[in-house]
């Protein structure tokens, strides 16, 4: 029997986001018979620990900075010492602190790109250096995978002969059912089974909108009271939430939570998911809300576009004028549970016939045997 093919997954931060909850619906999936995933990411974290219990080796080379330099010699170490056969790197952080060391020992590098690093509400300096950042790792990464075919448009527009292939992402569908019993949430949380949930769960960053999620929640609750909003996840803006929430008194209509394991219990117990990003690759939190039936809002951006459609499956807002549309839409919404139903169950009906890790993870592995062939 042939050796293993020896993959590592790369990532940059071991908290749980849509990047960490890619690779892990990819490491689970992967087939043992013939690869063997080891995973090194950048910082510690619930990702790290998970993987652990999945006897999975995981290694952390700490570090918050891009194109580390400080890091490589250790890093292209790590590469060798495991006997590392091909690298997949999520995300521009993780890429641009592994491309040196395996490039130094003639690996292959798969990219996948969760989003781009450069967007439109950057200053134009920030975001010329970006742009550039980005032209570098995927022009010099053997294979460049978008996870939605808006973020791979969007990759051309701005990077001159950009290519890549189209994978979208999956998630799992026995986890994320339904049908499945789950905890009871509410009465933990002490929220009314009567009173609308409202859910938020992503990292507390700029570019998730949280801040104007909890502004636009304090004028949707003066017209419709019977709302909580239920927000989980960490980030640097999450003190300013916090201390928004106080200022507004609204402490008995939001609650705050850190990051938790058990998110499909979390979103069992909610009646609107929101995602009110100024950007998305293709946001896997959104997937697994629709994926449990919910019913969602979400801004009209690469990525989330390309899962929701208006008033179809769900809502989709502009982000010009984010706090009054996210405002009405929540306000909709809540009073009326016939969309609610609807958009959930044609939410469901999208994600069950077009987002399975299962086969996402099939269209990686042929991926990996064809960059290898190339290489070889």
Known sequence: MSAKIKVLECIRQGQIGGGESHLLSLVENLDREVFEPVVLSFTRGPMVDRLKAMEVKTEVIYTERPFDITKWWKVRKFIRDNGVNIVHAHGSRANSNIL????????????????????????????????????????????????????????????????????????????????????????????????????????????????????????????????????????????????????????????????????????????????????????????????????????????????VQHDRNGMLIDTNNLVPALSAALVDLAGNAEKRNRYGKEALDTVNMRYSAKEMTRQIEELYKQVLRNKN
Do not use: C
Request: glycine residues 6%; hydrophobic residues 45%.
């Open 100 to 307: 040196w060391a395996a490039h130094s020992l003639d690996i292959p590098v798969v990219y996948t790109i969760h989003g781009w690093s450069f967007h439109q509400d950057q200053q134009a300096a920030v975001r010329k250096i970006r742009i550039m950042g980005e032209k570098y790792l995927t022009q010099r990464s053997d294979l460049n995978i978008s996870v939605s075919a808006s973020n791979q448009q969007t990759g051309k527009e701005f990077i001159q002969s950009f290519d890549s292939v189209v994978v979208t992402n999956g998630i799992n569908l026995s986890k994320f059912n339904p049908a499945n019993s789950y905890k009871d949430i509410r009465r933990e949380l002490g929220i009314d089974a009567h009173t609308i949930l409202v859910l938020f769960i992503a990292r507390f960053t700029s570019h998730k909108q949280p801040l104007s999620l909890i502004r636009a929640f304090q004028s949707a609750i003066a017209a419709f009271p019977g709302m909580h909003l239920l927000m989980v996840g960490e980030g640097d803006e999450k003190k300013e939430a916090e201390q928004l929430v106080a200022a507004h008194k609204l402490e008995k209509a939001v609650t705050l939570l850190p990051f938790r394991q058990d998110v499909p219990d979390v979103l069992a117990a909610a009646d609107i998911f929101v995602l009110p990003s100024l950007w998305e690759g293709l946001p896997i939190g959104l997937l697994e809300a629709m994926a449990m039936g919910k019913a969602v809002i979400a801004t009209n951006v690469d990525g989330s576009r390309e899962v």
